[in-house]
């Protein structure tokens, strides 16, 4: 079955710093990718995805994924973090069943210190 | 567009209540579901639909049923609420066209107590 790691559950990042979240998968054909960000008291807000093609993806706010199938990977990375960024983020599998399901990972929520 | 709607935004149940969710979306997706979110778990699919009139099962649907008599409005019911279905639950839907892509709603913050 598909199943989907984020091995931090709380990622502190100055207010200016670089961030990478860390996102594994577990699927056996080529996957298709998703980060979510879910703000305090608001639904989820889809950030980027990727379905084929350029393993580097960007997306809106200033994201961007980079897909590594060697290392069955997809992390998210932003450059400069701001205040605003503070939020849980979600990765997502979507998976190649009937209905195609999305498979969560349990979410990491970021935290930026000024 | 108002995109992905929920209704309510927040409920207090007591155990044994029933109570229904509304979700409403104006995009003419195809394809809606009903998520629960909970600490520490993510999001869990609880039913789906594929289109009007059609609903089905995803990997949590104990407890609760779906109606789907217009296309675009997903109901989620609770017959009996207790205390284990006190959650967040997200409805989302996506056009079958665009693969995967799901647009959600705000979310409706439920306790049963």
């Known amino acids: 079955a598909q199943s989907v790691t984020q091995p931090d559950i709380h990622i502190t990042v100055s207010e200016g710093a670089s961030l990478e979240l860390r996102c594994n998968y577990s699927?056996?054909?080529?996957?298709?990718l998703f980060w979510y960000v879910q703000s305090p008291g608001q639904g989820l807000q889809l950030l980027l995805k990727?379905?084929?093609?350029?393993?580097l993806v960007q997306g809106i706010k200033g994201f961007e994924a980079e897909f590594k199938r060697s290392q069955s990977s997809f992390n998210l990375r932003k450059p400069s973090v701001h205040w605003s960024d503070a939020a849980e983020y979600f990765c997502a599998v979507g998976e190649n069943t009937g209905f195609q399901k999305l498979v969560f990972g349990t979410g990491t929520r970021l935290l930026v210190s000024p | 567009n108002a995109g992905v709607t929920q209704t309510p935004k927040f409920r207090v149940l007591k155990t044994g209540q029933s109570m229904t969710l509304l979700c409403a979306q104006d995009m003419n997706h195809e394809y809606m579901y009903w998520y629960r979110q909970d600490p520490g778990m993510g999001l869990r699919l609880i039913h789906y639909?594929?289109?009007?009139?059609?609903?089905a099962k995803g990997e949590v649907p104990d407890g609760y049923n779906v109606s789907r008599l217009k296309k675009q409005n997903f109901l989620l019911g609770l017959e009996s609420a207790a205390p284990s279905q006190t959650s967040v639950y997200f409805c989302?839907?996506?056009?079958?066209?665009?693969?995967?892509?799901?647009?959600f709603g705000p979310g409706t913050r439920l306790t049963v107590t």
């Open positions: 699927y056996g054909a080529t996957p298709y």
């Open positions: 990727y379905f084929s093609g350029d393993t």
């Open positions: 639909s594929v289109g009007e009139g059609t609903t």
């Open positions: 989302a839907s996506r056009t079958a066209e665009i693969v995967y892509e799901q647009y």
